[in-house]
């Protein structure tokens, strides 16, 4: 589009019947990764279902490319979507299962792109085993390489981690990076608040069907200052750099624990800055300096009303 913006949601709502998916959803975003996060049933598949085309708004619009994507094959032709819940011809080996897709997707050699895809997602190896013996983390590659196997465009990943063993979800994980490099526009949807953060800092929090906030997770971090800021710093002499932290004016408290002290300001900014300066002139030996509240668990706790 010639304004860079991919999707655009405009006063869209979904209900079924007296249940309602999503309210009110107006938001847009253009290229990377976006990672739309929430609680299960916050109303995240509802939402990546109508970017896919399968849903219609039950009132206002969302648009891909500018298109509306349950209207438009073209637009759809340029989605790829791996669906939380899959349901799959389990006697079928990866690569018959891909191939058969990419070809209900008018690749115009499907063996060959599905090959390709299988590839990339690291499944070449086992590509001839049948479906139905296969781990969740191996199920969820596949799901992946039949969301790709058409080189869409703007790729749908709805909760693709879940039930995924560690290791498994590193892969994978890096896998999505290496499509959003390859310039494919990316949303990921988890209530797994590391997964998100492993991926991206670009965030949609979605609550009881509504937006409660989006953009970078740090940017949205500074606007919630009714909280202070937690810092902490570990170091050979806690209670001196603390002392000197404490009678400035934006410091809430300062808390000691065995080895480190954690300030909580009202300025994060400015008290990095004074913790810099404190420990140069100082000579304090600092070990690690780590803020809890810079990372997604705080951000939606505070976006939700949890505690900490």
């Given at each position: 589009?010639?304004?860079?913006?991919v999707v655009r949601a405009e006063?869209?709502?979904?209900?079924?019947?007296?249940?309602?998916?999503?309210?009110d959803v107006s938001w847009k975003f253009g290229g990377g990764i976006v990672g739309l996060l929430g609680p299960n049933g916050a109303g995240k598949s509802t939402l990546i279902k109508m970017m896919a085309g399968l849903l219609r708004p039950s009132r206002g619009t969302l648009e891909v490319f500018g298109a509306l994507p349950y209207a438009s094959l073209e637009t759809r032709r340029r989605i790829g979507y791996a669906p939380e819940h899959e349901a799959t011809w389990d006697e079928l080996s990866a690569l018959e299962l891909v191939t058969t897709l990419a070809r209900l997707s008018g690749v115009p050699d499907p063996r060959k792109a599905a090959e390709a895809a299988?590839?990339?997602?690291?499944?070449?190896?086992?590509?001839?085993?049948?479906?139905?013996?296969?781990?969740?983390?191996?199920?969820?590659?596949?799901?992946?390489?039949?969301?790709?196997?058409?080189?869409?465009?703007?790729?749908?990943l709805d909760e693709p981690m879940t039930g995924v063993d560690p290791m498994a979800r590193l892969d994978l994980i890096e896998q999505i990076r290496r499509l959003a490099a390859?310039?494919?526009?990316?949303?990921?949807?988890?209530?797994?608040?590391?997964?998100?953060?492993?991926?991206?800092?670009?965030?949609?929090?979605?609550?009881?069907?509504?937006?409660?906030a989006e953009g970078n997770v740090y940017e949205i971090r500074k606007l919630i200052d009714k909280h202070p800021h937690r810092i902490r710093v570990d170091c050979d002499r806690p209670r001196e750099l603390g002392a000197a932290l404490a009678s400035s004016e934006h410091v809430a408290r300062v808390?000691?624990?065995?080895?480190?002290?954690?300030?909580?300001?009202r300025d994060p900014d400015r008290c990095y800055d004074e913790i810099a300066a404190?420990?140069?002139?100082?000579?304090?030996?600092?070990?690690?300096?780590?803020?809890?509240?810079?990372?997604?668990?705080?951000?939606?706790?505070?976006?939700?009303?949890?505690?900490?």
């Open positions: 589009m010639s304004d860079g913006v006063k869209c709502s979904k209900w079924y019947g007296h249940v309602l998916g999503i309210s299988i590839a990339t997602v690291g499944m070449t190896k086992d590509q001839h085993r049948r479906v139905k013996g296969f781990s969740k983390g191996m199920r969820q590659r596949t799901k992946l390489a039949s969301a790709i196997v058409h080189d869409p465009d703007f790729v749908l390859a310039g494919k526009t990316i949303v990921v949807s988890s209530h797994v608040l590391y997964e998100i953060e492993a991926l991206t800092t670009e965030i949609l929090v979605v609550y009881r069907g509504q937006v409660l808390v000691f624990e065995r080895g480190a002290m954690v300030v909580e300001t404190c420990v140069l002139d100082r000579g304090v030996a600092v070990r690690s300096m780590t803020s809890p509240d810079n990372n997604l668990g705080a951000v939606f706790d505070y976006l939700t009303g949890g505690s900490r």
